[in-house]
Every structure is written in C-alpha cells, then in structure tokens.
C-alpha cells in the first residue's frame, strides 16, 4: 500500500467513524426531540446540569459520612455503623476514604468538597473526549501508518468526539449523580490509549488506581499474568501493594472483613431498581413484586434462591469466559491485545450484582476502540462478518448511550415485559459480540505479529 493510500485510508476510517458518531447523536436529539417536550428532555437537563457544575453527591456524601465516622470514632466499625446500622449505602473499599479523611482534617467544608469533586467529574468528560480522539488516531495508525493530518480535520473530528462524548447518557448520568464513577471512566479511557502506544506499565497504574475504589476490576491482574503481560502486572501492583499496606496500617484488618460483608450482603439481594443493568437487575425485576420504578435508598432486594443462583452462576461464567478466551499471540498486536482487554472491560461491568446504567460509562471507549477497528478492518477487508460486527457496534453504542424514558411507563413495569428494561446490559452483550467477531477477524485475516510495525506502508501481512 502507498502513502497516499494510506493516507486516503486513515483520512477515510476517521470521516466514517464521524459519520457513525454523528449519526448517533443525531437520532439521539431526533428521540428527544418527537418523544415530548425536547426543552423538557433528560439530555437537555443533563447538559444543564453539567455546565451549571450543579450535581448531587450520591458517591460524595456516603465517602464523607464514612471519613467522618472513621475520624470521630475510630475504634467502631465504619461499615457496621454506616451501612448495616445506618443504611447509607457506602459501598466502596476503606482505602478510598483517605482523600476525604485529609479533607476534613483540612477543615473543608462538604459544600467545598462536593463542588471541587464535581468540578473534576467535569475536567473528567473532556479529558475522556481527549483520550478517545487520541484512541481514534492510534487505531487508524496501526493499519495505515502515520500520517499527517490538516488542522481542519483535526477540529472537526475533535468536535464530534466531544459532542459524542457528552451525549453519552452514562457519562452525563454519572456527572449529574455525583459519581466517582466519572473519574474512574477517564482513567480507563486512559489507560486504553497507554496501552495503544505502548505504555502498559502505565495503563496498569490507572486500572490500579480504578481498583482502588472498584475491586472487581484488580480481576484485570489474572487477566494479565494469563496473558504474560508482565508490565501491565507490574504497574498495577506498583500501586496495589503499597496501598494495601497504607489501608492495613490506617484502618485495620477488622474494617476489610466488614467490607467483604458489604459485598456478600449486596451479592446476595441486588437491587430491583430498573437502572441496574446486570442479571442480577433482570432476575429481581422477573422474580419481585417490587415496583422497579421506585428507588430503594436504605435497603436492597429482598432474597430471592433464584436470583442468587443466577447471579452467582452467571457473574461466575461472564469472568471464566473473559479470562479463559484468548488468542496466542495477541500480545505482538496493539489492536488485538487491546480488544482482548476492552473485552474484560464490558464484562466486568456486567457481570457485576449492581451494575447502574452510569457504570456503563466504562464502555465509552471500548465502544469507539472497536468501531475504529472494525471501520478499518472493512476497508482492508471487507466481508459480510466484519459489516456485521460493525453493525452490532453501531446497535451496542446506540442502546448504551441513550435513555429511553418509554421503559419507565406502567406498562412496562410487570414481568415479563419489564425485560425490555434492560437494554443497556443488551447494548453491552451487542457490543461483546462485535469484539468477539472482530479479534477472530483480525487474527484469522491478518499476522498479528506485522501488524504495526511498518510506517506508510500496510502493516498486515495476510495470514
């Protein structure tokens, strides 16, 4: 392939995945806009909200709550006083109290504290734009070489990643919140452009550094040692080892057995509330007379054999199955290892008890590393499976990204046909799919080990 046709073809793959991006924003604002009133509109409310910098708290105030109790009475259990006694739903590991427990040792006011969070939950969305505009280029670049492009194009696809980014309703119900799950985005977002450019070691100090507020994801350390990607294994525990020690030494081993009971209380009932997007949401919609419209704040699912089996069984199948698929030597590819990884990501999502529709957040840049993938991938070589895995993409994306209000109706709140409701965890099984199909196209169509070693030239070398 010459220069000019890979230039041509990078230039191609970022007008198409504009288009896409376009596309779907726009029959996001056309939804809004013949659904009702579009100035009464959760996307117009959600802007409002973001730019106002007016969000709730629904991750800061149970963290300060908990860094108060922790200061003002040290010697009684944080979990046993804030959750099981108070019910506040305070579901995060002891060592991600220490910022607030410095904030109030600072004597900053919650008001401050809250406004300044939020603030950086804001900084978070764009820094998100950045990394997937960046992720878009370093994708194309892998099949086609570096190129240069025109300050315009530049613009104008940036544009359209920031536009896309801030219509991704998981990311915007996640601001709104006041959800640390905001930030936690951006440093998966990041993690996946280091790891594109070959900085592994780094991409493991942020997954590392998401763990220490979201456990499930230190799964990713398995997933590594399995896939013999020592560096990435070496940057997580670069971080994970000594904030261990510094959580055991300020908190204590009797405060982590509490917090395991935390997670053994919520595995075991859930919540029944429609926004989460797991199996564990899906059974205790079927199996409960519970209004899945209404918001349990205090207390969670009542027990149900069915619904634990369930979820037990499948959280169980979702994490064999993503450690366990692999393809030999998908380390030697960027593309390859990278959707090995964007794999884990939807999973790990999923297959979690309580999965809220803004952790689906996490998948914002799993959903753009695939569509640049497949979108080069059909122009290299095209068929009808990789149209159908872009296909299944642009349907993933679409579903994830929006908020369908219909779904909240009476009539949609009775089993079975409260299924519906869960579209986003569908949108997430579309988009698993899709990468399913694609990492098999790239390795069966394509020598994974050529790929992206040439400049200017095609970096495949048909298998």
Not at 21 to 34: D, M, P, W
Not at 419 to 448: E, T
Request: aromatic letters at 14%.
């Amino acid at each position: 392939m010459s220069t000019s046709d890979a230039r041509d073809g990078q230039a191609n793959s970022l007008i198409y995945l504009s288009l896409i991006l376009g596309g779907v924003v726009a029959l996001t604002f056309l939804k809004e806009i013949f659904g009702g009133d579009p100035l009464d509109s959760m996307v117009i409310q959600s802007f409002e909200h973001v730019f106002a910098l007016d969000a709730a708290a629904d991750s800061w105030a149970p963290m300060y709550l908990a860094a108060l109790e922790k200061i003002n009475n040290p010697d009684v259990g944080i979990y046993q006083t804030i959750f099981f006694e108070n019910h506040v739903k305070f579901q995060y590991p002891p060592i991600s109290l220490l910022p607030f427990m410095v904030f109030v040792w600072l004597d900053i006011t919650y008001e401050s504290i809250v406004y300044y969070l939020n603030l950086v939950s804001l900084v978070s969305i764009v820094g998100i734009a950045v990394c997937l505009y960046v992720l878009a280029i370093k994708v194309a670049e892998q099949f086609n070489g570096r190129v240069a492009h025109s300050i315009g194009v530049k613009i104008v696809f940036f544009l359209l990643m920031l536009i896309g980014t801030f219509s991704f309703y998981p990311l915007l119900r996640g601001y709104e919140l006041g959800q640390i799950q905001t930030l936690l985005d951006f440093l998966i977002s990041l993690a996946f452009v280091a790891w594109l450019i070959n900085g592994k070691l780094f991409a493991g100090v942020l997954i590392a550094l998401a763990t220490l507020v979201k456990p499930h994801f230190g799964l990713l350390i398995i997933w590594a040692m399995i896939r013999k990607e020592g560096r990435f294994c070496v940057g997580m525990l670069l971080v994970l080892i000594p904030a261990g020690i510094v959580s055991l030494l300020v908190f204590g081993f009797r405060e982590h057995l509490d917090y395991l009971s935390v997670l053994s209380h919520i595995g075991k009932h859930g919540e029944v509330y429609w926004p989460n997007q797991s199996i564990n949401g899906l059974l205790n919609r079927l199996f409960s007379d519970i209004n899945p419209l209404v918001w349990m704040a205090e207390s969670y699912a009542p027990y149900n054999s069915y619904v634990r089996f369930g979820t037990l069984i499948s959280t169980i199948g979702f994490l064999l199955f993503g450690l366990l698929y692999r393809q030999r030597n998908a380390a030697n590819n960027p593309v390859l290892s990278a959707l090995d990884l964007s794999m884990m990501i939807i999973l790990l999502t999923i297959a979690s008890p309580i999965a809220w529709e803004h952790h689906y957040g996490a998948i914002w840049p799993v959903i753009i590393l695939v569509l640049s993938a497949a979108i080069n991938l059909a122009k290299t070589a095209p068929n009808w499976t990789v149209k159908l895995c872009l296909a299944l993409a642009v349907l993933g994306y679409y579903l994830d990204a929006n908020l369908f209000q219909f779904v909240t109706q009476e009539n949609f709140i009775t089993a079975p046909v409260n299924l519906i409701q869960s579209y986003f965890f569908y949108g997430a099984l579309l988009l698993l799919a899709s990468v399913i199909i694609l990492r098999k196209q790239l390795k069966s169509l394509y020598d994974p080990v050529r790929m992206g070693e040439n400049d200017n030239k095609s970096v495949h070398k048909p298998a």
